[in-house]
Nanobody, 125 residues
Framework: EVQLQASGGGLVQAGGSLRLSCAVSEFTGFNFDDYCIGWLRQAPGKEREVVSH????????YYTDSVKGRFTISRDYAKNTVYLQMNNVKPEDTAVYYCAAELYCSTSHYVYGYRGQGTLVTVSS
């Protein structure tokens, strides 16, 4: 079993920065190194989408087109934590952000079987 806890959301002005954290708890049979961790978001009235994901140490990271060059995902293997650094945020980044885990990476949010509670990011114009 895997438990994920996202934090770091809040209110930020357009052009500002925010860093989200996802703490992943290990339980018997779970190895943080083996799992792909994704950041998903759901804006009001829109479908949930995969914003970014990070797999094994050899796998490339993924970013959806709308955040490329602005968001950076990173993974601290010692702390079992994944971060999402959000720079130059825009009002359209306003959403509830979730972190999720699965044994393999996907750009489809349906794939991720383990999900934590979300953290709300609100970007004011």
């Amino acid at each position: 079993e895997v438990q994920l806890q996202a934090s770091g959301g809040g209110l930020v002005q357009a052009g500002g920065s925010l860093r989200l954290s996802c703490a992943v708890s290990e339980f018997t049979g779970f190895n943080f190194d083996d799992y792909c961790i994704g950041w998903l978001r759901q804006a009001p009235g829109k479908e949930r989408e995969v914003v970014s994901h990070t797999g094994s140490r050899e796998e490339p990271t993924y970013y959806t087109d709308s955040v490329k060059g602005r968001f950076t995902i990173s993974r601290d293997y010692a702390k079992n934590t994944v971060y999402l650094q959000m720079n130059n945020v825009k009002p359209e980044d306003t959403a509830v952000y979730y972190c999720a885990a699965e044994l393999y990476c996907s750009t489809s949010h349906y794939v991720y079987g383990y999900r934590g509670q979300g953290t709300l990011v609100t970007v004011s114009s």
